[in-house]
Structures are given as structure tokens and as C-alpha cells.
């Protein structure tokens, strides 16, 4: 089994930072893409940021040059840098990640249990 644990979300005023993070346990072999997701309002995840195995990012255009992802295998963790917050970047943030898990083939899919974003204005 694994595991995906969050941290990091909290209250901040806009223009402020925060950093999250997301780390991963149990019986895995190597962690593929990655992906930080927001869901606000409406219920609906949309893709923020993006990491592939090789270290290469993207970013939605809300959030290109204010958000940097990051991840360090040696600690089965990814980042989300934030910076320059805005009110709009207020969400509940879910890590996935694509997993490679002992004595399977071929990668699962797990989320992080979301860690909850506000920015006030």
C-alpha cells in the first residue's frame, strides 16, 4: 500500500507565501508524474502544476511565475512554492501522483488527502 500525506495549506493575506508539500510511503518503487491539483467552489479539480519523472514543470497561466514545483526523490516529496498569493488562488490543493508499487507492472494512480488554501484580501 501507499500512502500520500499533504501539508503545508494555511491562511495567508494576499501577497504572502506558502509552500506545500507531499510525501509518499509505503511499498513503492519509483514515483512517475505528478501533478498539484485546486478545487474550489464548484467541486471540480483543475491542474495547476505539473512534474515529470525527468523534472520538467508546467504551469497553468494564472499561476506561471508565481508558482514553482519542485520534488526531491530521496524523500519521495514534491513542492508547490507559492508566491504572490491572490484570493483566487483559494482552494482545497491535491497532490497525484502516478506510483510504480513492489511487484506490480505498471503505475497506479494516488491523491493526497488536500490540504485547504485560503488567501484573504
Known amino acids: 500500500q501507499v500512502q500520500l500525506v499533504e501539508s503545508g495549506g494555511g491562511l495567508v493575506q494576499a501577497g504572502g507565501s506558502l509552500r506545500l508539500s507531499c510525501t509518499a510511503s509505503?511499498?513503492?518503487?519509483?514515483?512517475?508524474?505528478v501533478g498539484w491539483y485546486r478545487q474550489g467552489t464548484e467541486n471540480q479539480r483543475d491542474l495547476v502544476a505539473h512534474?515529470?519523472?525527468?523534472?520538467?514543470?508546467k504551469y497553468v497561466d494564472s499561476v506561471r511565475g508565481r508558482f514553482t514545483m519542485s520534488r526531491d526523490s530521496t524523500k519521495n516529496t514534491v513542492y508547490l512554492q507559492m508566491n504572490s498569493l491572490k484570493p483566487e488562488d483559494t482552494g482545497v490543493y491535491f497532490c497525484?501522483?502516478?506510483?510504480?508499487?513492489?511487484?506490480?507492472?505498471?503505475?497506479?494512480?494516488?491523491w493526497g488527502q488536500g490540504t485547504q488554501v485560503t488567501v484573504s484580501s
Open positions: 497525484r501522483m502516478e506510483i510504480l508499487v513492489v511487484s506490480h507492472l505498471q503505475p497506479y494512480v494516488y
Open positions: 509505503g511499498s513503492l518503487v519509483n514515483i512517475n508524474s
Open positions: 512534474i515529470t519523472t525527468a523534472g520538467e514543470t
